[in-house]
């Protein structure tokens, strides 16, 4: 166990250990590398789960039919709202400390009778699977068990259940709750972890085995501002149900460009990443310090593991130099304002009123009026957005997105802005900032949105095909049986007759012109086999129910929609 090699001749990489030292360490590991420093607190017996008690929660059996990523249902019937069927579901996650990774929602209307009935015709006995119930919807600190590295614990507020890889301790108070989560998320918690679980599997036993130090008056505001500053980043974010409005459009950061306005707010990030840096080195230094292991740990934290969505260094993976991160962010910020814009086309947002809007099942643009009487920019009537390679059709993406932007940061600066936004998507000089800007909706920001959403879109790519003739994107929370009879009169019919009368302008069947003939004769080719499948599905009047996702709800559009 412990390192003493021979003080008369010592032999590199030479190791002796004591058999009794090692069962000192619960579950007794062979971790000879462990100094006497680290070992005497396993001899102290008092441990984590004397203050912040690990429990596993929630195991469904059927994911794909009890849990839903939160954007897929309605808001209507999600805690986060009025609380009827859907309610957040902790289940670990990707490396973030402090708070987040809030995204799954699980089906537990009627205190959770489906799943508790599920699991008792599979096992006879729920609580073989469903464990633990009587700490559920309570405050507690929640991890992933499984990692391919450092450890992350995040404050979980007490509105969810959490599951069985997304553990979670309690405690009988705040204070403790805190006081652990600062102890869990500093080195030296992750230098005990790695003692006992040398494979990366963090189970309860072994976060609860962790030896305990309590620091008399410990300043548990600290713990507190890093929890805040970590929700804040999160819910900066669309992906956040606590989500609010766009950064990029909050008065603090508003400054008369596009440009200027993303330099402060980069500052800003700035401020908060150094800011975090600080805290957590801080909290590292004061247990380091409690449990004497000053000549063993360092509390230095690097920005890769300052765990906020806009510090680059940790959103972005790998080794790369401040000019590509930076060009990163800029353009990753840049697709998030696009994506708001669409959001607020959709209604899902507004300019007007902060958070959600329409996001339940066939809302309209009257449900929009009523929470906002006198919108500064109106959504889109039919819920049927075309991108198409030129302005075939009226409140096409690209002229909505410019008056998005008129309205937003102001005509005069229009031009400005739109040459801003296409360098950030990294356009080229040749091209104007306008073609930019639609080859990106064209070309690249449903892959984005796919991305972003976690291959659950809640806006859809209706298209014809390769040749992408034809484009629409429609908000799946606003879709009903009507929408793509809708869709086939007034817009795909509209532009294959644009197309066609397009085509008979040119005169010459030689050179150029035939080439463009032979080119538009193509496009409307696939728009007439693309419109027969749309006859057919809109004939059909299918229905969705969001209760159902993403998956079930997107296969019955086969063939009209872009393949996930």
């Known amino acids: 166990m412990t390192n003493n090699t021979s003080s008369t001749n010592p032999v590199p990489n030479f190791y002796r250990a004591s058999a009794a030292d090692f069962k000192k360490i619960p579950g007794s590991p062979i971790a000879y590398w462990v100094s006497k420093n680290f070992l005497k607190y396993y001899s102290l017996g008092k441990k984590v789960a004397d203050i912040a008690l690990p429990r596993v929660g929630c195991q469904t059996s059927d994911n794909e039919r009890f849990l839903r990523i939160w954007h897929e249902v309605e808001k209507n019937k999600s805690s986060f709202s009025r609380g009827q069927k859907w309610f957040p579901y902790y289940k670990g996650g990707s490396f973030r400390r402090w708070y987040g990774n809030r995204e799954l929602v699980i089906n537990w209307e009627n205190n959770g009778k489906e799943v508790i009935q599920y699991a008792t015709n599979l096992y006879r006995s ?26 992350s614990f995040r404050y979980m507020p007490e509105n969810g259940i959490f599951d069985t890889k997304g553990s979670a301790c309690f405690s009988e108070t705040r ?5 652990a989560n600062g102890l869990l998320n500093s080195k030296v918690a992750q230098k005990y972890i790695e003692i006992s679980s040398p494979t990366l599997d963090y189970s309860t036993t072994s976060v609860g085995n962790i030896p305990l130090v309590l620091i008399p008056k410990l300043n548990l505001e600290l713990i507190n501002t890093l929890i805040d500053i970590s929700q804040k980043d999160w819910d900066s974010y669309e992906t956040s149900w606590d989500f609010t409005t766009l950064p990029l459009l909050q008065p603090e950061y508003r400054q008369p460009t596009l440009r200027e306005t993303y330099a402060k707010l980069r500052a800003h ?20 310090e409690a449990y004497g292991l000053q000549d063993e740990l360092t509390p230095d934290v690097p920005l890769s593991e300052i765990t906020l969505t806009c510090n680059p260094h940790y959103r972005y993976k790998g080794n790369k130099s401040e000019e590509e991160l930076e060009a990163l962010l800029l353009a990753d910020t840049i697709k998030e304002f696009i994506s708001y814009a669409v959001g607020c086309m959709f209604g899902r947002y507004s300019l007007d009123k902060p958070g959600l809007v329409l996001a339940n099942q066939g809302e309209k643009i009257g449900d929009y009026l009523k929470q906002v009487p006198e919108p500064s920019f109106m959504p889109d009537e039919d819920n049927i957005i075309p991108i198409l390679e030129d302005d075939y059709l009226e409140n096409g993406i690209v002229d909505r997105f410019k008056e998005f932007l008129n309205v937003t940061f102001g005509k005069e600066q229009l031009s400005e802005n739109l040459d801003f936004i296409a360098e950030a998507l990294g356009g ?55 929408t793509l009879a809708k ?16 085509k008979e302008m040119i005169g010459s069947d030689i050179g150029k012109d035939a080439q463009e003939k032979a080119r538009l004769r193509k496009m409307i080719d696939e728009l007439m086999a693309y419109d027969e499948v749309l006859k057919n599905k809109a004939d059909a009047y299918i229905e969705t129910d969001l209760d159902d996702g993403v998956v079930v709800n997107y296969a019955k559009f086969e063939g009209l929609v872009e393949k996930i």
């Open 428 to 482: 080229k000089s040749s091209k104007s900032s306008e073609t930019v800007i639609r080859e990106y909706f064209l070309r690249s920001f449903y892959k984005d949105h796919l991305k972003t959403y976690k291959k659950r879109p809640i806006y859809w790519l209706f298209t014809s095909g390769k040749g992408r003739a034809f484009n629409a994107l429609v908000y799946m929370h606003r879709y009903n049986r009507e």
């Open 269 to 288: 990030w700035k401020e908060m990443t150094l800011e975090m840096q600080r805290l957590e080195e801080e909290n590292n230094r004061i247990f380091i």
């Open 487 to 502: 869709m086939r009169t007034d817009h795909l019919l509209e532009l294959e007759g644009k197309l066609d009368a397009k």
């Open 175 to 179: 204070t403790l709750l805190d006081y």
């Open 126 to 151: 729920p609580t073989r699977t469903v464990k633990n119930q009587n700490y559920y919807f309570c405050e507690g600190i929640t991890w992933s068990t499984l990692s391919t590295g450092l450890m």
